[in-house]
C-alpha cells in the first residue's frame, strides 16, 4: 500500500516541512475568508430582498463602495 500525505511530509527535510505547513495554513486562513464572505453576501441579498419585497433573482449584489452596498 502507499504512503499517505502525512508520512511523504515527514519524508522532506525540516525546512521544507515547515514551508508547507505555513502555506497550508495560509490556503486555509483564505478558504474561511471566503467562505466567510460568501455568508455575508448571501445574507446581504436575502436582507435586501425583504426589505424591498423582491424575488430572489431580482436580486444582483454588485460590490461595495464606501461601504455601500450597491444593488
Given at each position: 500500500?502507499?504512503?499517505?500525505?502525512?508520512?511523504?511530509?515527514?519524508?522532506?527535510?525540516i525546512?521544507?516541512?515547515?514551508?508547507?505547513?505555513?502555506?497550508?495554513?495560509?490556503?486555509?486562513?483564505?478558504?474561511?475568508t471566503?467562505?466567510?464572505?460568501l455568508?455575508e453576501?448571501?445574507?446581504?441579498?436575502?436582507?435586501?430582498?425583504?426589505?424591498?419585497?423582491?424575488?430572489?433573482?431580482?436580486?444582483?449584489i454588485?460590490?461595495?463602495?464606501?461601504?455601500?452596498t450597491?444593488?
Open positions: 500500500m502507499g504512503k499517505s500525505l502525512r508520512e511523504k511530509i515527514k519524508e522532506q527535510p525546512e521544507s516541512q515547515i514551508q508547507i505547513e505555513s502555506r497550508a495554513q495560509e490556503l486555509i486562513a483564505q478558504e474561511l471566503r467562505q466567510k464572505l455568508l453576501k448571501q445574507q446581504l441579498k436575502l436582507r435586501a430582498r425583504k426589505r424591498k419585497g423582491l424575488k430572489q433573482r431580482e436580486v444582483v454588485f460590490g461595495k463602495i464606501n461601504h455601500r450597491l444593488i
